[in-house]
T-cell receptor, first 113, second 113 residues
Framework: AQSVTQPDIHITVSEGASLELRCNYS??????LFWYVQSPGQGLQLLLK??????LVQGIKGFEAEFKRSQSSFNLRKPSVHWSDAAEYFC???????????FGKGTRLSVIA | DTAVSQTPKYLVTQMGNDKSIKCEQN?????MYWYKQDSKKFLKIMFS???????INETVPNRFSPKSPDKAHLNLHINSLELGDSAVYFC????????????FGEGSRLTVL
């Protein structure tokens, strides 16, 4: 069965600083990997996804993530954080077939001036 | 023209009552889901329907009964509400089961008193 670990519950960064959110997954085959963002009181919005191919994927809002099979990781990065990036970030893993997405417990991002 | 819409957005009710949450998607997707998000933001799959057929039924009390009258709608009915049912319930849809790219509604916050 798939599982996802987001080791950081809460991260605070200064506006303009770089950001990396960690995600480790457990799955036997090649996973489908996702990052979603949830702003307060909102649903989840897809930032980016990895199915196959280039291991560095670009997403919306200037985010990117890198799939590293050897480390079972799919870390999310942004070179310069904006105050509007403050939100909850979820990493998720999926697979072929009737398998639902499994989400990590989320990382809350706070942005300070 | 919201892609995935849920009603109501907020529900406050007494223990023992029965309540329903409705979900509709206009994306033409064939798979719909209910996820539960607890107070710690953890997202857990409850049910999944593909073309009106139940394909995923996680360990959920049978007080929860999903109904899919057509592939654009997935409703959730909850009987005999308990305090522990308080959560945010998210409806989501995808094209094909298992491809994993989910489109979420804004959530329905249920508070049981």
């Amino acid at each position: 069965a798939q599982s996802v670990t987001q080791p950081d519950i809460h991260i605070t960064v200064s506006e303009g600083a770089s950001l990396e959110l960690r995600c480790n997954y457990s799955y036997g085959a090649t996973p489908y990997l996702f990052w979603y963002v949830q702003s307060p009181g909102q649903g989840l919005q897809l930032l980016l996804k990895y199915f196959s191919g280039d291991t560095l994927v670009q997403g919306i809002k200037g985010f990117e993530a890198e799939f590293k099979r050897s480390q079972s990781s799919f870390n999310l990065r942004k070179p310069s954080v904006h105050w509007s990036d403050a939100a909850e970030y979820f990493c998720a893993v999926g697979a072929r077939g009737n398998t639902p997405l499994v989400f990590g417990k989320g990382t809350r991002l706070s942005v300070i001036a | 023209d919201t892609a995935v819409s849920q009603t109501p957005k907020y529900l406050v009710t007494q223990m023992g009552n029965d309540k329903s949450i409705k979900c509709e998607q206009n994306l033409g997707h064939d798979t719909m889901y209910w996820y539960k998000q607890d107070s710690k933001k953890f997202l857990k799959i409850m049910f999944s329907y593909n073309n009106k057929e139940l394909i995923i039924n996680e360990t959920v009390p049978n007080r929860f009964s999903p109904k899919s009258p057509d592939k654009a709608h997935l409703n959730l009915h909850i009987n005999s509400l308990e305090l522990g049912d308080s959560a945010v319930y998210f409806c989501a849809s995808s094209q094909g089961a298992g491809t994993g790219e989910l489109f979420f509604g804004e959530g329905s916050r249920l508070t049981v008193l």
